[in-house]
């Protein structure tokens, strides 16, 4: 049986990327999505503005979908337009190259990804690899 991303990790991840945004005073939401891009859990921090949960989610369900992270896309959509534009088409949701979104994996096998929205990318993905560095403590 596969390994599945559990509730408790999700939220693990988001308390650390949220707290890795507070120290440097971010507003930040975070989306944990599964292998397949479905929500694990999605939250919008204090003060981050009313877009970000979406975004987010967009990361992370890019990360999923296409099995790298998101800001990886971009080589993908510059080389192979049409290819990124069908895969786009074909999809529940609108993917992004916005950095920010970041897989999640143990063992080899994708257990999901963290999307992070509200800061500059920089500060996103790493706030993203603060959450991400609390599953590789837990498994």
């Known amino acids: 049986m596969a390994r599945e991303l559990r509730l408790?990790?999700?939220?693990?991840?988001?308390?650390?990327?949220?707290?890795?945004?507070?120290?440097?005073d971010l507003r930040v939401s975070v989306a944990v999505v599964d292998a397949l891009g479905?929500?694990?859990?999605?939250?919008?921090?204090?003060?981050?503005?009313?877009?970000?949960?979406?975004?987010?989610?967009?990361?992370?369900?890019?990360a999923a979908a296409f099995r790298r992270d998101s800001a990886d896309v971009t080589a993908l959509r510059e080389n192979y337009p049409d290819v990124f534009d069908l895969a786009g088409d074909q999809l529940p949701f609108r993917p992004t190259t916005l950095p920010g979104g970041?897989?999640?994996e143990h063992d080899d096998t994708l257990l999901g990804a963290v999307g992070v929205s509200g800061a500059t990318p920089i500060q996103d993905v790493q706030c993203a690899k603060a959450g991400i560095a609390t599953l590789t403590q837990t498994v």
């Open 38 to 62: 479905r929500d694990v859990l999605v939250v919008r921090g204090d003060g981050a503005t009313w877009f970000t949960p979406e975004v987010a989610r967009c990361k992370a369900r890019t």
């Open 8 to 24: 408790d990790e999700a939220r693990a991840m988001a308390e650390a990327a949220l707290a890795r945004a507070a120290q440097d």
């Open 102 to 104: 970041l897989l999640l």
